[in-house]
């Protein structure tokens, strides 16, 4: 009997601001219909993209140059991941079923400094092509059965992104950061067991080079009930990234033994640059010594070595990329109705205090907070300035009053 109320919020019409759906024996309201479509869309693991659906694939040349937009330098990696990623997805879009001829997956490994630029630059790769993107760290990993995450919640990740779509998740990037940390403690096989080393290795190399994991949609503690997916990995492409601090080590010794005669010292040890040096001829001998295992490296077949930001590269990543710290800055204060200008010789400073910090990249954005920070809040509190002029004393007084203040506590 219609009696003009809800059937399942009970709510009357007076109550509902849209429509109401009324049937013979029970009556729906609008929002509840709108809640019921949104808990579908939401939840369901069941999808309508068609399986052969092609990734919009641009060729290496245009994707460099969209690189080039957002980051400084780096040109010979730049190369080696266009041309890495525009042949992952290639293979993908043909989708060939020829079994005589199987192309193998080729996962990335970047090798470089905390700050190089290892995760952003896999993060602009997935946003030129527009695919799921998700970042694990590897030190969080611990072998099935063991405190901490199973390697399977990478995916896990990874389909949450895609919002659940399983056909979408299949063909999106992972970034795997930190792989350095769980390398092995050593050459010897250890008589205990390394459940966040050797074994996240051995867990991960099936993952790598794909098979059909169980998921959960949701990251947590497992339930026996919860509801697992099958998600194919074989189309994932992984990028894994670490510093690997002290593998030039094992560089050195290899090339030492290569080397004939007496003078064998070919690199100085006392030069800056003798690590970038020496990675950039790096083999997989020396990623073995270093405690990762032949398996995992075969299936990283794409190795790239990043150079070091020098002082120059950081002054140009703070002001020329289309998305540079300072340009961001400068649209903030925009907003407040401020323009801000700053001169070349105050950046020059704030490069100086990056490297002196030995943070990279990564640490420009706390510093110019620290410099920023009183202007934001006297200008974002109607005390408003047309202009704001930062030169070089005036960050140089910010930054020493930090330090200062710092030097103070300790």
Do not use: W
């Amino acid at each position: 009997m219609n009696t003009g109320i809800c059937s399942f919020c009970k709510k009357e019409n007076v109550e509902v601001i849209k429509t109401r759906i009324r049937g013979n024996i029970v009556d729906i309201c609008s929002e509840c219909v709108e809640e019921a479509l949104s808990l579908i869309g939401t939840n369901s693991l069941e999808n309508n993209i068609e399986e052969n659906t092609p990734v919009k694939l641009k060729s290496p040349e245009e994707i460099k140059n969209f690189l080039d937009e957002y980051i400084i330098g780096l040109n010979e990696i730049k190369k080696i991941l266009s041309v890495g990623v525009y042949n992952h997805y290639l293979i993908i879009n043909q989708d060939n079923k020829d079994e005589d001829v199987v192309i193998e997956k080729s996962n990335i490994l970047l090798i470089g400094d905390t700050g190089s630029g290892k995760t952003y630059i896999a993060r602009i790769l997935a946003k030129i092509l527009n695919v799921p993107f998700c970042i694990a760290d590897a030190t969080s990993l611990t072998e099935a059965g063991y405190v901490g995450e199973d390697v399977e919640s990478v995916i896990t990740r990874l389909l949450q992104v895609a919002k659940n779509n399983i056909k979408l998740a299949q063909k999106g990037i992972v970034y795997i950061d930190e792989i350095d940390k769980i390398s092995r403690k050593g050459e010897n096989v250890s008589i205990t067991r390394d459940v966040s080393g050797e074994g996240v290795q051995q867990a991960l190399l099936k993952l790598l080079e794909g098979t059909i994991v169980n998921v959960s949609p949701d990251i947590g503690r497992r339930n026996p009930e919860q509801k697992y997916v099958q998600v194919d990995t074989s189309k994932i492409l992984f990028i894994c990234g670490g510093s690997f601090e002290g593998l030039e080590k094992y560089v050195e010794e290899r090339e030492k033994r290569t080397t004939l005669g007496f003078n064998n010292n070919k690199y100085d040890v006392n030069d800056k640059d003798t690590r970038y040096s020496l990675l950039k001829n790096v083999a997989v001998e020396d990623l073995r010594k270093y405690g990762i295992i032949p398996e995992l490296i075969g299936r990283l077949p794409i190795i790239g070595v990043l150079d070091k930001i020098d002082k120059e590269s950081l002054i140009k990543i703070l002001k020329e990329p289309k998305n540079s710290i300072i340009k961001q800055y400068q649209k903030l204060f925009s907003l407040y109705g401020t323009t801000l200008n700053i001169t070349d010789n105050a950046l020059d400073i704030i490069a100086d205090n990056a490297i002196k910090l030995k943070t990279g990249a990564r640490g420009l954005r706390s510093i110019c907070e620290k410099i920023f920070m009183d202007l934001m809040y006297n200008t974002a509190s109607n005390k408003r300035t047309d202009e704001i002029n930062i030169d070089e004393e005036f960050v140089k007084k910010i930054l020493m009053k930090h330090e200062g203040n710092i030097c103070k506590k300790l």
